[in-house]
C-alpha cells in the first residue's frame, strides 16, 4: 500500500540553525499538510497546501516556517533560526483531493530535537 | 472552547473484550468529517474510520465501529474483540468543511492498555 515517506526520522539541531524535514507524499495525491506534536501533547495544524500554493495555516505556522514542493515527489518544511520550542515531531500527511471524506494518511514523523 | 474533548486519558481492556473510547465535539458548522486515529508507542499515525455528519449509517471498518449520535454531538470509537496489538493512543479529529479549511482538529488523545 502507498505510503507518505519522512525524512530523517531524527534531526538534533542547534537552536538558531535552519532545518528542512522532508517528505515524499503518496504519489497521487494533491494535497500536503505539516502537523506538529509537542511531546505528551495534541497534534496541531500548520499548514495545508495545494496547487503550488499555500491553501491554509494555523497561528503557530509564522514567518519563521516556509513550505515548498521543489519538484514533482518531495514536500518540505523549512524552520528558520530554530528555538527550543520547536521540539516536536513533525508529521507530514496527503490527500488525494479535498474530498470532504478523504483521510488524511500520515507519514511516520521526523522527532525534530532542538539543543 | 476545546472542538474535540476525549475525557479518557487512559483506558485499560482485557484482550477480546469491547472497548468504548469516547470523543464529544463541537462546531456551528452543518457539514464536517470525524475521523479517528491510531498512534502507537512508535509514533506513526494511522487513519482507522471516517464519519461524515451527513451519513445517515453510523461507519464500520472491520473491527472499528464508530457511534455517531449527532444530537448530542458525540463520535465514540467502539473496538470489537480487542487484541494486544490496538494498545496505542487514539486521537479523535474532526474537520469543519463550511470552513472551507482542510485542518484536521485533533483531540488530546485515549491511551488503551489492552492485557491479555
Known amino acids: 500500500e502507498p505510503e507518505v515517506t519522512q525524512t530523517p526520522s531524527h534531526q538534533v539541531t542547534q537552536m538558531g540553525q535552519e532545518v528542512i524535514l522532508r517528505c515524499v507524499p503518496i504519489?497521487?495525491?494533491?494535497?500536503f499538510y505539516w502537523y506538529r506534536q509537542i511531546l505528551g501533547q495534541k497534534v496541531e495544524f500548520l499548514v495545508s497546501?495545494?496547487?503550488?500554493?499555500?491553501?491554509?495555516k494555523s497561528e503557530i505556522f509564522d514567518d519563521q516556517f516556509s513550505v515548498e514542493r521543489p519538484d514533482g515527489s518531495n514536500f518540505t518544511l523549512k524552520i528558520r533560526s530554530t528555538k527550543l520550542e520547536d521540539s516536536a515531531m513533525y508529521f507530514c500527511?496527503?490527500?488525494?483531493?479535498?474530498?470532504?471524506?478523504?483521510?488524511?494518511?500520515f507519514g511516520d514523523g521526523t522527532r525534530l530535537s532542538i539543543l | 472552547a476545546q472542538k474535540i474533548t476525549q475525557t479518557q486519558p487512559g483506558m485499560f481492556v482485557q484482550e477480546k473484550e469491547a472497548v468504548t473510547l469516547d470523543c464529544t465535539y463541537d462546531t456551528s458548522d452543518p457539514s464536517y468529517g470525524l475521523f479517528w486515529y491510531k498512534q502507537p508507542s512508535s509514533g506513526e499515525m494511522i487513519f482507522l474510520i471516517y464519519q461524515g455528519s451527513y451519513d445517515q449509517q453510523n461507519a464500520t471498518e472491520g473491527r472499528y465501529s464508530l457511534n455517531f449520535q449527532k444530537a448530542r454531538k458525540s463520535a465514540n470509537l467502539v473496538i470489537s474483540a480487542s487484541q494486544l496489538g490496538d494498545s496505542a493512543m487514539y486521537f479523535c479529529a474532526m474537520r469543519e468543511f463550511n470552513q472551507a479549511g482542510t485542518a484536521l482538529i485533533f483531540g488530546k488523545g485515549t491511551t488503551l492498555s489492552v492485557s491479555s
Open positions: 500527511a496527503s490527500s488525494g483531493t479535498g474530498g470532504r471524506n478523504q483521510p488524511q494518511h
Open positions: 504519489s497521487n495525491h494533491l494535497y
Open positions: 497546501f495545494y496547487n503550488n500554493e499555500i491553501s491554509e
